[in-house]
C-alpha cells in the first residue's frame, strides 16, 4: 500500500512540474548596465526542406576580424550547432538607426550559394544573452483565438517578381530591424534581457558619390530620421550585385520577468490540452490491459489452487493448459547469447531513457542548456554499460553459460557497433554535402572513447559481477527432451502475436510522439519533459501487460518457447514507430532531395532500433517474472 501512495505521490508530482522546469537551478541572470556592451552570437543555418545545418559564415555575410567558436558540448555539435561571435554589437539602452555592417559585392560563387539557401528556405539562427533570435508572429493555439508565437530565425531571403515579369528573382534581407526586451530589477537599475526580436527587410541600398567609410546612405539615413519599413525596394542578388547589410536596434521595457523569459519561446500550438488527452488515451490503455491481467491471474491462480489439490499422478495428467509445459518452460532457448546481448544492451538503453528524463523533469536539462539532451544521454549511456554487463552476464549464467568474457565482448558491441555503423554513413552524406551537421574528427574521437573508455571497460565491469553471483536457479527441473508442441491456430502464431503485441504500446505514445517529431524535425522546442515521463512509465505498464496476457495464452496453447517471442513481442512496437515516422515524412515534411530523406529515415532508422532493444527487454522481464512467479506456485512431486 505504501507503495502505491509513493507512485501515487510522484504522479500528482509530476502533473505539476511537468510545464515549469525549464532553467538550470544553478545559472543565474546577467544584469546588464546602461551602455555595456551586447554581443550577438550567430548560429547553424537551418532549413526544414533539406534538414542539413551549415555554418552562417558559409554565406556572404558580414564577419567580425576575428571569428571565435563559441561551442559548449558534446550535444551541441552532434546537432549542427556552430556559434560563432558576429559584427553586430549594441549598447544597452542605446538605440541605433540603420547602422552600417558592411559592403560586399557578389560573385558566381556567393550568388549561387545564396539563391541555393533562398530555394531551400534556410532560416538564420542568432543568439542574444543566451535567447534565440524569433520572429513575432500572429498564432493561434487551443486557449486564445489570437495568439502572439515565435518563429525561430529569419529566412535568408525570398523569392519573388517584379511587377510585369514573369522571371523569379531572388532577394536577400539585408535589413534587420532588432527589438531587445529587457526588464529592470526593482531594487536597481540593472536591467536583464527577457527578449530578442528581428523584423528582417530586403532593400536595395542607395548613396551619392563613391563608396568609402564615411559614406551616408540615402536609403536609410539616421540623421534625416529615414529608415527602413518595407521591402518596396528589395535588395536582389545575382552576380556583380552589391549588397549592404544594415541595421537597426530598439530597446523596451516589458513586465516579463527575467525568470518567465522563455514562456513565449515555447508556446506552440500543441499546448498542455493536447498533452492530457495523450495522457487520458494512454491511461485508458492501460486500464484494459490491466483488466485483462486481473480476470488472466484470478484464472491463475484457481488453476494453480485446482492443481495443487490433485492427489494422483493420473489426475494431474488429465490438466491442460499452461500447466502441462512446466518441465519445458525453462529450456534454454535457441541464440540464447543473442538473447543476453539484447536484453543486456536493452537494460542500459532503458536505464539511460529513465535517467535523462527524471533530469529532464528536475530542470537540468532545459531548452535554454543547448546540447545539454545529447551530453546527458551519451554520457549516461556510456556509464549504463556496467548494468548492461551485469544484466547480460546473469542471464547468460542463467542458460549455463560458462564465457563470461566472451558474452561481455559481444554485448559491448554487436548492438553498439551496428548503430554506430550506420551514424558513420549518415555523418558520411553530411560531409559530402559539406554540411555543419558532420561531426567534426575531433568529436568523433570523443565519441569513440565514451564507447571505448568508458563503455566497454565497465560493460566487462559489470560481467564479471554479474558472473561473480549465484546462479538464477530455475523452480522447475527441464526435461532432456523437448515435448512436442501442438499445431497452433492462426491467431496464436508468433507473427500475429508480434503484431498485436506492438500495437497497443505504441497506441500508448502516438500523440507525445507526434509533438517529438514535430519538435525534432521543424526545429521547435521540446518541454513538456513531465508529460514524456508519464507516458514513458505508461509505456513500460503497456509493454509488461500486453506481453504477459500474450505469454499466458501462448503457454495455455502449450507453446513454451516464450524467451524470444517475449522480447519481440513488445519490441514490435518499433515496427510501428518506423511505419509512423514514414508516414509523418511524406504527410508533415517538404523534404525533397534523397540526401535529406536518407538522414531522416537513417536517424529514425537509428532510433527504432534502440526503441526495439528497450522495449523488448521490458516485455521479456515482465514475462520472465511471470512464469516465474506461477510456476514456482505448482507443487511437483
Known amino acids: 500500500m505504501e507503495g502505491r501512495l509513493l507512485i501515487l505521490a510522484l504522479f500528482f508530482l509530476l502533473f505539476f512540474v511537468s510545464c515549469h522546469c525549464f532553467y538550470l537551478p544553478t545559472v543565474a541572470p546577467r544584469d546588464f548596465e546602461k551602455g555595456d556592451s551586447l554581443t550577438v552570437k550567430v548560429n547553424k543555418l537551418t532549413s526544414v526542406k533539406t534538414q542539413l545545418p551549415y555554418s552562417y559564415y558559409s554565406l556572404p555575410y558580414c564577419h567580425p576580424d576575428h571569428i571565435f567558436d563559441s561551442t559548449e558540448n558534446l550535444g551541441q555539435v552532434l546537432l549542427g550547432d556552430r556559434i560563432h561571435n558576429s559584427p553586430y554589437v549594441f549598447k544597452m539602452g542605446e538605440p541605433q538607426m540603420c547602422n552600417i555592417v558592411c559592403r560586399t559585392v557578389l560573385d558566381n560563387k556567393t550568388s549561387k550559394a545564396l539563391k541555393s539557401k533562398i530555394d531551400d528556405e534556410y532560416k538564420v539562427n542568432m543568439i542574444l544573452d543566451n535567447l534565440p533570435l524569433v520572429i513575432p508572429i500572429q498564432g493561434w493555439n487551443f486557449d486564445q483565438d489570437n495568439s502572439l508565437v515565435y518563429e525561430h530565425g529569419f529566412h535568408v531571403g525570398l523569392k519573388g517578381r517584379y511587377a510585369g515579369t514573369q522571371d523569379d528573382k531572388y532577394f536577400i534581407h539585408n535589413h534587420l530591424a532588432f527589438t531587445v526586451k529587457y526588464h529592470k530589477d526593482e531594487k536597481s537599475d540593472a536591467a536583464r534581457i527577457v527578449g530578442f526580436e528581428v523584423k528582417p527587410f530586403s532593400v536595395k541600398h542607395e548613396y551619392e558619390g563613391q563608396w568609402n567609410e564615411k559614406t551616408r546612405l540615402t536609403s536609410c539615413d539616421p540623421h534625416a530620421k529615414r529608415t527602413v519599413t518595407s521591402n518596396e525596394n528589395p535588395q536582389e542578388v545575382d552576380d556583380n550585385k552589391e549588397i549592404i547589410f544594415t ?117 537540468f536539462l532545459s531548452p535554454s542548456n543547448r546540447g545539454g539532451l545529447i551530453t546527458a544521454m551519451l554520457l549516461l549511456w556510456a556509464f549504463m554499460g556496467i548494468f548492461a554487463g551485469y544484466t547480460s552476464s546473469r542471464l547468460y549464467k542463467m542458460f549455463k553459460g560458462t564465457e563470461w568474457k566472451r558474452i561481455a565482448l559481444k554485448t559491448a558491441f554487436i548492438i553498439p557497433g551496428g548503430l554506430f555503423a550506420i551514424f558513420l554513413v549518415l555523418n558520411t552524406l553530411m560531409w559530402g554535402k559539406k554540411s555543419s551537421g558532420a561531426i567534426p574528427i575531433g568529436s568523433m574521437f570523443l565519441l569513440v572513447f565514451l564507447w571505448f573508455g568508458i563503455s566497454v571497460p565497465l560493460v566487462y565491469l559489470g560481467s564479471y559481477m554479474g558472473f561473480k553471483k549465484p546462479i538464477i536457479e530455475d523452480s522447475l527441473k527441464t526435461n532432456e527432451i523437448p515435448r512436442e508442441i501442438p499445431e497452433q491456430v492462426w491467431y496464436k502464431t508468433l507473427a500475429f502475436s508480434i503484431l498485436i503485441g506492438g500495437l497497443l504500446p505504441f497506441g500508448a505514445m502516438f500523440i507525445e510522439l507526434f509533438c517529438i517529431l514535430t519538435a525534432i524535425w521543424l526545429h521547435q522546442f521540446y518541454y513538456t519533459f513531465g508529460f514524456l515521463f508519464i507516458s514513458f512509465v505508461i509505456l513500460i505498464i503497456t509493454c509488461a501487460e500486453i506481453t504477459v496476457v500474450l505469454c499466458y495464452f501462448q503457454l495455455c496453447s502449450e507453446d513454451y518457447l516464450w524467451w524470444w517471442r517475449s522480447y519481440l513481442t513488445s519490441g514490435s512496437s518499433a515496427l510501428y514507430l518506423f511505419l509512423y515516422a514514414a508516414f509523418y515524412f511524406y504527410a508533415y515534411l517538404e523534404i525533397t532531395k534523397p540526401v535529406s530523406g536518407m538522414l531522416y529515415l537513417g536517424y529514425m532508422l537509428i532510433a527504432s532500433y534502440a526503441f526495439f532493444v528497450m522495449t523488448g527487454t521490458i516485455g521479456f522481464y515482465a514475462c520472465l517474472l511471470f512464469t516465474r512467479l506461477i510456476y514456482s506456485s505448482v507443487k511437483i512431486d
Open 247 to 363: 541595421y537597426d536596434v530598439e530597446f523596451q521595457e516589458g513586465v516579463i520577468k527575467w525568470a518567465s523569459r522563455w514562456d513565449t519561446y515555447l508556446l506552440t500550438a500543441y499546448n498542455d490540452q493536447t498533452h492530457w488527452f495523450s495522457i487520458v488515451y494512454s491511461l485508458m490503455i492501460v486500464l484494459f490491459l490491466s483488466g485483462m491481467v486481473a480476470i488472466m491471474l484470478r484464472f491463475v491462480y484457481h488453476d494453480i489452487s485446482k492443481y495443487n489439490l490433485l492427489e494422483t499422478q493420473e489426475e494431474a495428467q488429465e490438466e491442460t493448459g499452461w500447466k502441462l509445459v512446466h518441465r519445458d518452460v525453462f529450456r534454454p532457448p535457441t541464440n540464447s547469447d543473442l538473447l543476453c546481448v539484447y536484453v543486456g544492451t536493452g537494460v542500459q538503453f532503458l536505464g539511460m531513457t529513465l535517467v535523462t528524463l527524471i533530469f529532464a523533469v528536475l530542470g
